[in-house]
């Protein structure tokens, strides 16, 4: 791309010289270009500033013609299975996968298939609950930049007996899979059929929770899945991923305590969930007011491999209740939702 401008003058007073022209070229405004110029300028000769600015902004408009058009993607076709895989069979039941906000949550007597804790968790409650469970660690959904500590925490986890991690977005697959820990796709991949699946695995996905936004019939393409596939079928659903939390910024982290909310208009609580303050992980998260509960509708689940049970805010006592109702089939709590699995999205 090459843009031109009037010839140089002969300077009357004062000869143009490259600091000043590339100084004027350089100013990119608004625009997403940065520029580095530089000038070659015969003594004694010189430019309108006028002219200068015009040939800057014809350089930035081309540059920002380039960058809206549209870039054609290379489609293999080849890459299109022309059947589907098989049907594969489903376990007599779905397991299920217990996230706990904290260890102190855990009942004394469990009973879920798997524990799964946040990336943070100490190492020696690691060890602990290891030895007694198949756990994993949850990756934080936003990471901005903590990429590297975030690798150290999943090979602490790893070494501590982790033996997966639930990776909330494509920068946690990496330093799951170094640190040895199998990576499981979390709601926020938000699969949504056969293709996202594929190319998951492709990267080396070992399971998967599917999106939150499918309706129990639109799962049906989960059974030709080469690996385990599940849903979160209870807690507090996650709504809104926030940089800042809106908590610490008008009551601070100290008087938070980990158990903030925010009050929409009706006077309904949403609980704003971190790990010890937003700075833990760069990100809080805001979370539904009613936990989604299936429990007494396990009879119409589509067939999966693991149901992800999502713990926040509740005692033992009350985590123990809901998954003996997971197991046994139960009565929905005073006040829940079914989240979108029945009427889905438009």
């Known amino acids: 791309m090459a843009v031109s401008g009037p010839p140089p003058e002969p300077a009357v007073n004062r000869p143009l010289d490259p600091e000043r022209a590339a100084a004027q070229l350089s100013k990119t405004g608004g625009t997403p270009f940065s520029a580095a110029v530089s000038c070659e300028l015969e003594e004694g000769l010189t430019v309108p500033a006028s002219a200068l600015n015009a040939l800057r902004r014809e350089a930035l408009y081309k540059l920002l013609a380039l960058r809206e058009a549209p870039t054609p993607v290379p489609f293999d076709r080849g890459r299109i299975p022309t059947q589907p895989a098989p049907r594969r069979p489903f376990p007599p039941r779905p397991a299920l996968v217990a996230r706990f906000a904290g260890a102190s949550q855990v009942p004394a007597d469990c009973g879920a298939d798997a524990l799964l ?24 959904r936003g990471l901005f930049g903590r990429e590297d500590a975030v690798s150290a925490l999943c090979q602490t986890a790893a070494d501590a007996g982790a033996r997966f991690a639930l990776c909330g977005n494509i920068g946690a697959l990496e330093p799951a899979r170094r640190a040895g820990l199998a990576p499981v796709a979390g709601f926020g991949m938000n699969l949504f059929n056969t293709g996202s699946l594929r190319t998951l695995v492709e990267t080396g996905v070992r399971a998967a929770v599917l999106s939150q936004e499918l309706t129990f019939p639109q799962m049906d393409f989960a059974a030709h899945s080469p690996v385990p596939v599940g849903i979160l079928a209870y807690g507090r659903q996650p709504l809104m991923l926030m940089r800042n939390c809106p908590y610490q ?5 100290v008087q938070c305590g980990g158990h903030g909310s925010l009050t929409d208009r009706k006077g309904v609580r949403f609980p704003v969930a971190c790990e010890g303050g937003s700075g833990a992980h760069g990100c809080a998260e805001l979370l539904n007011s009613t936990p989604l509960y299936l ?49 889905g999205v438009e």
């Open 249 to 253: 910024a008008s009551a601070g982290c």
């Open 295 to 343: 429990a007494d509708r396990l009879d119409e689940l589509p067939r999966l491999d693991f149901l992800l049970l999502h713990f926040t805010d509740e005692t033992p006592e009350q985590a123990a209740g809901v998954l003996r109702d997971y197991r046994e089939g139960g009565t929905p709590p005073p006040t829940f939702t079914r989240g979108l699995y029945r009427r």
């Open 117 to 140: 804790f946040p990336l943070n968790t100490a190492e020696e409650t690691l060890r602990f609950w290891s030895g007694r469970a198949v756990v994993g660690v949850e990756i934080p």
